[in-house]
């Protein structure tokens, strides 16, 4: 019912800038939060960056400065400009819409949903 598709990962190196990006569809009217989070293997899923509907935003203090969120509530669509990557940026990016209206109405706080990843690979 609702999918979360990412693109825009890749290869980059140290210094370099990608742009992420996270597209929502099936059957949502809004979304209140949209953001990104990151993993590498062996280590808890991590916030990297959030936005809320009124574009309130949180940043993990390793990227605040370097990397910034954004989104567009007409196409339930969230983005992450990252610059001066660095290799321990290296990892799955994926992306999550918390907090649901529903075309039918309904809304609910809890549900939440991903989108499969999209890798970053920063080199040195």
């Known amino acids: 019912q609702v999918q979360l598709v990412e693109s825009g990962g890749g290869l980059v190196q140290a210094g370099g800038s990608l742009r992420l990006s996270c597209a929502a569809s099936?059957?949502?009217?809004?979304?209140?939060?949209m953001g990104w989070y990151r993993q590498t293997p062996g280590k808890q899923r991590e916030l990297v960056a959030a936005?809320?509907?009124?574009?309130?935003?949180n940043y993990a203090a390793s990227v605040k400065g370097r990397f910034t969120i954004s989104r567009d509530n007409a196409k339930n669509t969230v983005y992450l400009q990252m610059n001066s990557l660095k290799p321990e940026d290296t990892a799955v990016y994926y992306c999550n819409a918390a907090g649901i209206i529903y075309n039918s109405g309904r809304y609910s706080s809890t549900d939440s949903y991903w989108g499969r990843g999209t890798q970053v690979t920063v080199s040195s």
């Open positions: 099936g059957s949502i009217f809004s979304i209140d939060v």
């Open positions: 936005v809320g509907s009124g574009a309130s935003t």
